[in-house]
């Protein structure tokens, strides 16, 4: 196995790599950790999961997301006790194709996913104070279940807010002066601006 140019080398995967042990020549792209692994086996004939995570330095669960991707595209193959040889026999249908990469998605899109929903949390937190302060402004004042249903009302075409939500902004807007409680009526709200 040899790493061949790295021209096209970028942080996450590595553009070219050749298999040189096949009867045809391939050029695969492949995430770091792959090549990382394979190359491992130009030293030794077999490995197994411990030399491997040892070699390369990551968690025992990412090395084995890793080569079951190398494995189930038949570049290695398992042998009895997570032990792993490269597949001398290996085929494949075209010269050049990439493999499939689990460690760098699952992070990503579990990120993503974190900061759309952060997102999507911020907006109806601004939606519902814009909400409240409407409503106050019609009114002047309102008492707290009357503004809770007020506000669901108004919510409701776009997204059911939970009333704990309502109340967190509701507290927000009085601590930037929005609103007050009044003094005599504590369930009651007054606009203040």
């Known amino acids: 196995l040899t790493a061949g140019d790295y021209g096209l080398c970028s942080h996450y995967r590595v553009e070219l ?3 040189n042990h096949t009867t ?13 692994i394979l190359l491992m086996f130009n ?31 038949g570049l290695l193959r398992k042998e009895d006790n997570d032990v792993f ?16 990469t689990t460690i760098a998605k699952e992070h990503t899109e579990q990120k993503e996913v974190e900061q759309t929903h952060q997102s999507v949390e911020d907006d109806r937190r601004l939606y519902i104070q814009a909400a409240i302060v409407r409503t106050m ?4 004042q309102f008492g707290h279940n009357e503004l809770i249903q007020q506000v669901i009302n108004l919510a409701k075409e776009r997204f059911t807010p939970s009333v ?3 109340k967190k902004c509701i507290e927000v807007l ?6 007050e409680r009044l003094e ?4 009651i709200y007054q606009y203040l601006a």
């Open 17 to 19: 790599f050749s298999l």
């Open 174 to 179: 009085i601590d930037k002066q929005y609103l």
């Open 43 to 73: 030293d030794k004939d077999a490995l197994n999961i411990q030399e491997i995570c040892d070699g390369i330095g990551i968690e025992r669960v990412d090395v084995y997301k890793t080569v079951a991707t190398l494995v189930d595209t």
């Open 24 to 36: 045809r020549p391939y050029t695969i792209t492949m995430a770091t950790y792959q090549l990382s």
């Open 184 to 187: 005599n009526q504590r369930d």
């Open 164 to 166: 704990a939500m309502i």
């Open 137 to 140: 402004k019609s009114r002047k």
């Open 85 to 100: 040889t490269v597949n001398q026999d290996f085929q494949h249908k075209k010269g050049k194709f990439r493999l499939p």
